[in-house]
């Protein structure tokens, strides 16, 4: 998807005006708009979510899952307490559904009482290829 931006500008607007006005008046434009709620995907977004499931170890506020990719970095994520139930993924290549939602802060340190939420990329499902 290609990306430009556009401004329109009115006769006479010395450079350094626009300038001072940033992109304040501008607008991104696309060729081709996604649909409400969901992203394009590239193949660069398919293959970034294939990886190999290192360890699943149950926490407090999710499932935190050790991801090996294909240049063998590790890193960990957080995904839903469903897929710490599912050790037969160990040792598995997956493809990783990730969906944005709410959780504990982690600021709460456990605490079942505290109100405030951080917004994650939360792992809900992982496909054996």
Known sequence: MTRTRSCSTLP???????????????????????????????????????????ALTPGDRACYIELENKQGQRTEAEASFELCEQPQLIGQRV?????????????????????RTDSVELIISAEVL
């Open 12 to 54: 006479g607007i010395s450079l350094t005006l626009l300038l001072t006005l940033g992109v304040s008046g501008c607008q991104a434009a696309s060729d081709a708009a996604p649909a409400k709620g969901t992203s394009p995907a590239t193949s660069a977004d398919a293959e970034a979510d294939v990886v190999l499931i290192r």
């Open 95 to 115: 493809r990783l559904t990730r969906e944005r939602t709410n959780m504990p802060a982690m600021s709460c340190e456990g605490d079942p009482e505290c109100t």
